[in-house]
Nanobody, 121 residues
């Protein structure tokens, strides 16, 4: 079984910073694209940032210049450094990974359980 375990959420004041981590474990052959999504109350889940195996990144316009996604392939971990946080960044943040469990096997999408980020004074 594959698990994605997130950590690093919490309460922070506007203008502050947080760093989210997401570690993958279990039966994994290769991890392809990893990313972060978020869902605010009453809203749809939205893409925040993605990163490929080679380190190519993509960001939602709302977080460009403030958030940085990175990954450590040896640790099977993806990070999201969030700076200059705003109240509108408040949401549950979900880690996502596209991975294959066995050589030549199909690619599946996995989600973490989510971690709450609250930006408030």
């Amino acid at each position: 079984q594959v698990q994605l375990v997130e950590s690093g959420g919490g309460l922070v004041q506007p203008g502050g910073s947080l760093r989210l981590s997401c570690a993958a474990s279990g039966s994994i052959w290769s991890i392809n694209t990893m990313g972060w999504h978020r869902q605010a109350p009453g809203k749809d889940r939205e893409l925040v940032a993605t990163i490929t195996t080679n380190g190519n990144t993509d960001y939602a316009d709302s977080v460009k210049g403030r958030f940085t996604i990175s990954r450590d392939n040896a640790k099977k971990t993806v990070y999201l450094q969030m700076n200059s946080l705003k109240p509108e960044d408040t949401a549950v943040y979900y880690c996502k990974a596209l991975l294959t469990a066995i050589v030549g096997g199909p690619e599946y999408r996995y989600w973490g359980q989510g971690t709450q980020v609250t930006v408030s004074s």
